[in-house]
């Protein structure tokens, strides 16, 4: 009996680091949005909006310039739980020397992007252990930064803006030995997500490539096979959504094209239930050769379609090399689009 009640408090304790993930951040988010202005205006306490707002002001330019990295975070035992709850693995196939900087480009994007944060923005699978001396920097929308709390949270993690001022100050002002992590597809390609799928959206995203030869960064092609496996997803259709937007906006004089929307689900507190929790099947990461990369002040056009095609080609080659390691058929190709 005690055995039976030791795995059911790790299998809790596991769907509980991966429940609070998202609402943390909404939390932390609403203490200063909501509370800050009802300090400021109806409480005694608005000295502490006046500290917060004053300290945001102060530290504006240290999610960009600067740095507020914690070792205790990045290794706090709940990242571990989360690990363990799929589980998440990160493997490499070369090793990468501190005498380059370089940019990770990770595929596919997923709903969330699990693999990428545990694997990078975590120690839960050993990143330092398994290259040393390189520091990773996960990058991710700026607005997040904009947020008292949330940004000291994330910066924690060493997470940066997906800002080129934020990314070429890591790549060219701290030395060598570093890394940036940018999973090019973005939050369109989530649309794409769903299981079974091997599409991403790389044909156009060039700016990574363009930001590699502007700084001399070795290009690291990345995959975590079973991002898309974790969540089911339902895409609503364009016309319906797209049509009730526009009528909806043209009141307000405004219009919106192009709009796609999407629902996606897994399973509930309880294994074999619906909810929105992950199901719990495996997410690795594999990380590629680098691909050495020259540095050019102003790289022209063809020059950045050059390296552009060498690096979806290492990319599809590392896909090909693991795919069947990893549940799909030998004639499954990587689709890009």
Not at 170 to 175: A, P
Request: charged letters at 15%; glycine letters at 8%; hydrophobic letters at 40%.
């Amino acid at each position: 009996m005690p055995i039976f009640s030791r795995l059911d408090l790790h299998e809790g304790l596991q769907t509980l680091s991966v429940l609070q993930w998202v609402p943390v951040y909404v939390i932390l988010g609403a203490i200063p949005i909501v509370l800050g202005p009802y300090f400021l205006i109806f409480s005694d306490l608005w000295p502490l909006s006046v500290i917060m707002l004053a300290w945001l002001i102060y530290d504006w330019n240290t999610h960009s310039q600067g740095d507020r990295r914690s070792a205790w975070v990045r290794n706090w035992a709940l990242w571990k739980y989360f690990k363990n709850y799929f589980p998440i693995k990160l493997v490499k196939t070369h090793d990468l020397s501190s005498k380059h900087n370089y940019i990770i480009a990770n595929h596919p994007h997923g709903i969330l992007s699990y693999g990428a944060f545990i694997n990078f923005a975590t120690e839960a699978t050993g990143f330092s252990w398994i290259f040393p001396s390189i520091t990773p920097f996960i990058a991710t929308l700026e607005g997040i930064f904009w947020i008292p709390i949330v940004r000291e949270y994330v910066m924690s993690m060493g997470v940066c803006p997906v800002a080129e001022l934020a990314l070429k100050n890591r790549l060219t002002k701290r030395g060598s030995g570093n890394a940036v992590v940018i999973v090019v597809g973005g939050a369109s390609e989530s649309l794409l997500c769903i299981p079974g799928s091997t599409t991403i959206i790389l044909k156009n995203r060039k700016g990574f490539v363009r930001l590699a030869l502007k700084t001399g960064a070795y290009l690291v092609p990345s995959y975590s096979f079973g991002e898309n496996e974790v969540h089911n997803q339902a895409t609503f259709p364009e016309g319906t959504w797209k049509r009730f937007l526009q009528e909806t906006c043209q009141k307000i004089g405004k219009k919106i094209l192009g709009l796609n929307f999407c629902t996606f689900y897994g399973r509930g507190l309880t294994k074999g239930s619906w909810g929105f929790l992950p199901f719990n099947r495996p997410i690795t990461t594999i990380v590629g050769e680098p691909l050495p990369i020259p540095k050019i002040k102003d790289p022209d056009k063809e020059t950045v379609d050059k390296y552009h095609t060498l690096y979806i080609s290492a990319l599809c080659k590392l896909f090909d090399q693991h795919k069947v390691e990893y549940g799909y058929s030998e004639t499954q190709e990587l689709k890009i689009i």
